[in-house]
């Protein structure tokens, strides 16, 4: 029994510290033909990049008075990231490849394979986003770790689990795959 009062905590915690941590045993590779699944693919500046820590879940752990101390320096430690923090970021739409977005819209990005990066670089981008009540792309590995979007009314960059996002800046982006897999070639 003392084992099963440690066990689930510990086994949270690694689930949910994602700083150098994966949520899928194995990295699958990215299908561009899952871009048939995106509500809008568009050519954008990327704004407005930041992490959105889950706070929420942070101070919950820590009103635990049973927490381990190696557990509560983890959630008290604010630079470190956990599989439930994720991005959000504004894209300025320069050429719409698919859909009708707006010309300036929020996307979030709950990264299921890997943490998300603390910064994005300048400039401009391919990248395809979903609904976030759009069925996810399929699991391209094993195994994933597929958390609630924690932006339900705003778009999410598509991203299948275990296979990297549909994020490409512009200058190494396969516009012209997914411009034939847009015109179903």
């Given at each position: 029994?003392?084992?099963?009062?440690?066990?689930?905590?510990?086994?949270?915690?690694?689930?949910?510290?994602?700083?150098?941590?994966?949520?899928?045993?194995?990295?699958?590779?990215?299908?561009?033909?899952?871009?048939?699944?995106?509500?809008?693919?568009?050519?954008?500046?990327?704004?407005?990049?930041?992490?959105?820590?889950?706070?929420?879940?942070?101070?919950?752990?820590?009103?635990?008075?049973?927490?381990?101390?190696?557990?509560?320096?983890?959630?008290?430690?604010?630079?470190?990231?956990?599989?439930?923090?994720?991005?959000?970021?504004?894209?300025?739409?320069?050429d719409v490849l698919k859909g009708e977005p707006p010309a300036r819209f929020a996307v979030?990005?709950?990264?299921?394979?890997?943490?998300?990066?603390?910064?994005?670089?300048?400039?401009?981008?391919?990248?395809?986003?979903?609904?976030?009540?759009?069925?996810?792309?399929?699991?391209?590995?094993?195994?994933?770790?597929?958390?609630?979007?924690?932006?339900?009314a705003t778009m999410t960059l598509l991203q299948a689990p275990c296979a990297p996002p549909?994020?490409?800046?512009?200058?190494?982006?396969?516009?012209?795959?997914?411009?034939?897999?847009?015109r179903g070639g």
């Amino acid at each position: 029994m003392p084992i099963r009062r440690w066990l689930v905590p510990a086994t949270l915690a690694l689930l949910l510290t994602a700083t150098t941590a994966q949520a899928c045993m194995m990295a699958s590779e990215r299908e561009l033909s899952d871009i048939a699944l995106a509500d809008a693919v568009v050519i954008a500046r990327l704004t407005d990049y930041e992490i959105v820590r889950d706070e929420a879940f942070r101070r919950a752990q820590l009103a635990n008075p049973n927490l381990s101390d190696d557990l509560r320096e983890i959630y008290s430690d604010p630079g470190q990231g956990l599989l439930s923090d994720y991005a959000r970021f504004t894209l300025e739409v320069q050429d719409v490849l698919k859909g009708e977005p707006p010309a300036r819209f929020a996307v979030t990005w709950d990264n299921s394979t890997f943490a998300e990066p603390e910064t994005m670089a300048p400039g401009l981008y391919l990248v395809a986003v979903r609904d976030p009540a759009a069925p996810l792309p399929p699991l391209r590995g094993p195994s994933a770790t597929i958390l609630p979007n924690p932006e339900p009314a705003t778009m999410t960059l598509l991203q299948a689990p275990c296979a990297p996002p549909f994020l490409f800046p512009l200058e190494s982006a396969p516009l012209d795959e997914v411009r034939a897999l847009l015109r179903g070639g």
